[in-house]
């Protein structure tokens, strides 16, 4: 399937392709555009488009794009979950303080925005980020247990 989304990606839309591509389709292939184009292009190429106002996968009712998309899949991980907890703190700047990680995940996400602009290569390199932040609740969520 085709995702498409707004260019430029930031925490929320470099979370949710690696959730997407780990969890949902592992097929997925990505589109990047301006913001004003994602539903133009969606429509166009029957690209699901997230993280953007207005769609199904985006924000709404207080969850970020992430917490949306587990919601839709119905995906119920307890190491999902907590690496939602800190996605949604990262990324809702109301919320910033929620998490005691969000900002250090905010903080590498500016740093690779910076170093790899291109979207394309910037999820690439990041999705190494989420797999070792997704191991790092797997362990935190056993501790718990």
Aim: net charge negative; charged share 30%.
């Amino acid at each position: 399937m085709k995702w498409v989304t707004r260019s430029h990606v930031h925490v929320d839309r470099v979370a949710c392709p690696w959730l997407i591509r780990r969890f949902v389709d592992n097929q997925a292939e990505f589109l990047f555009v301006p913001g004003g184009q994602v539903k133009k292009v969606a429509a166009e190429t029957g690209a699901i488009p997230f993280d953007v106002p207005d769609v199904e996968l985006g924000h709404y009712e207080g969850r970020c794009s992430f917490e949306t998309i587990m919601l839709k899949y119905e995906l119920k991980d307890a190491a999902l979950r907590r690496l939602a907890k800190i996605i949604h703190s990262a990324d809702v700047a109301s919320d910033t303080d929620k998490d005691p990680v969000a900002p250090g995940l905010e903080a590498i996400a500016v740093g690779y925005s910076v170093r790899y602009p291109d979207d394309e290569e910037n999820l690439s390199r990041q999705f190494e980020v989420y797999d070792a932040l997704y191991a790092w609740c797997r362990l935190q969520v056993a501790k718990s247990a």
